[in-house]
């Protein structure tokens, strides 16, 4: 089980922008492909962003071109930029670490969530 702690987030106009970060302890992430999911009310969890430990990214279409997955390897820390925010962004942030098992990805520990509010 990966521990991981996450910051950032909070309530910003639109158009603002917001990071959020997600630190992992105990254990090294360099090796695990990291994700941030979003959850807004009466909706299913979805997937945002996600970063394999090759540094290939995928984005959901309605975060293109505004949000930004990076890590840091050395700092065990995997970031979400997001920029040009809406309403729609309104949801609480999950982050995860997983590896892919069968083709399958498996998460192997979530961070506690932080919530993004979009409002003016």
């Known amino acids: 089980q990966v521990e991981l702690v996450q910051s950032g987030g909070g309530s910003v106009q639109p158009g603002g922008s917001l990071r959020l970060s997600c630190a992992a302890s105990g254990t090294d992430i360099s090796m695990y492909t990291l994700s941030w999911e979003r959850q807004a009310p009466e909706t299913q969890r979805e997937l945002v962003a996600r970063?394999?430990?090759?540094?290939?990214?995928n984005y959901a279409d309605s975060v293109k071109g505004r949000f930004t997955i990076s890590r840091n390897n050395a700092e065990n820390t995997v970031y979400l930029q997001k920029n040009n925010l809406n309403s729609e962004d309104t949801a609480l942030y999950f982050c995860?670490?997983?590896?892919?098992?069968?083709?399958?990805?498996?998460?192997?520990?979530w961070g506690q969530g932080t919530q993004v509010t979009v409002s003016s």
């Open positions: 995860n670490a997983g590896t892919y098992v069968g083709g399958v990805f498996v998460a192997r520990g």
């Open positions: 970063i394999n430990d090759g540094g290939i990214i």
